[in-house]
């Protein structure tokens, strides 16, 4: 008995050392649920249900892809090193679009956020996380997140991140969004549930829209 207490204790370590090593090239998965204390809005979000998104990452470019039968595939690339997005949409009733763009942040953008750092604490897939609470005025509306992120894994920008310039460093495991649309509130919570290490062929990165996309 005392020998397996050894052992499970050994495993556990061990799995700490592992988590907490830099996550430079692989696949991320996350789970993202959307409510809103609106009766109306909620049953709407319901219908959209628990979302896998799955992120490929090597060094400052990712890959983000989402499907969901209301709002289709969605597929974001970045390069954080170039500051280059490339959003491909396939939606119902839309058909296949893409979105190119500079991801540039003016001072004047900057300005409008105010990142504070938090006190709580969390720890997820083994990985210590800071805490941190945003805030962003844009065009008259109010968006709060909190995020719970890693400096394990850098270099790496997700969408939110990407607006906040350098005010944040590293990656988020946790996050919560909350935003009002049309008056009713929407609570988005974001969790990776999974991180494996492995090769990501250089071509999930191209940033030349696909065959078959028109731009937006």
Same mark, same amino acid.
């Given at each position: ?9 050994? $495993? ?16 991320? *998965? ?33 890959? *983000? ?98 607006? $906040? ?12 969004? *909350? ?13 990776? *549930? ?23």
């Amino acid at each position: 008995m005392k020998k397996l207490l050894l052992f499970m204790i050994a $495993l556990g370590l061990s799995f700490t050392t592992i988590a907490q090593e830099k996550f430079t090239e692989g696949v991320i *998965t996350m789970k993202q649920n959307m409510t809103s204390p609106n009766e109306q809005v909620n049953a709407s979000l319901s219908m959209i249900g628990e979302m896998i998104t799955t992120t490929y990452v090597d060094g400052s470019k990712s890959r *983000t892809e989402s499907s969901n039968p209301m709002s289709g595939d969605i597929t974001v690339i970045i390069d954080s090193e170039s500051n280059e997005l490339l959003q491909l949409m396939d939606v119902p009733g839309m058909g296949k679009k893409y979105v190119s763009q500079k991801m540039e942040i003016t001072e004047e953008m900057l300005n409008n956020i105010v990142v504070t750092k938090g006190t709580e604490t969390k720890n997820v897939l083994g990985y210590d996380l800071e805490h941190y609470i945003i805030t962003i005025n844009q065009e008259g509306s109010e968006m709060k997140m909190e995020m719970f992120i890693t400096d394990k894994i850098e270099g790496v920008m997700t969408q939110q991140t990407a607006m $906040l310039g350098n005010k944040v460093k590293g990656y988020p495991l946790h996050m919560v969004m *909350t935003m009002n649309q049309m008056g009713s509130e929407i609570v988005i919570i974001t969790e990776v *549930t999974k991180m494996d290490a492995q090769a990501v062929d250089d071509n999930k990165f191209s940033l030349t829209p696909p065959e078959g996309y028109t731009k937006m």
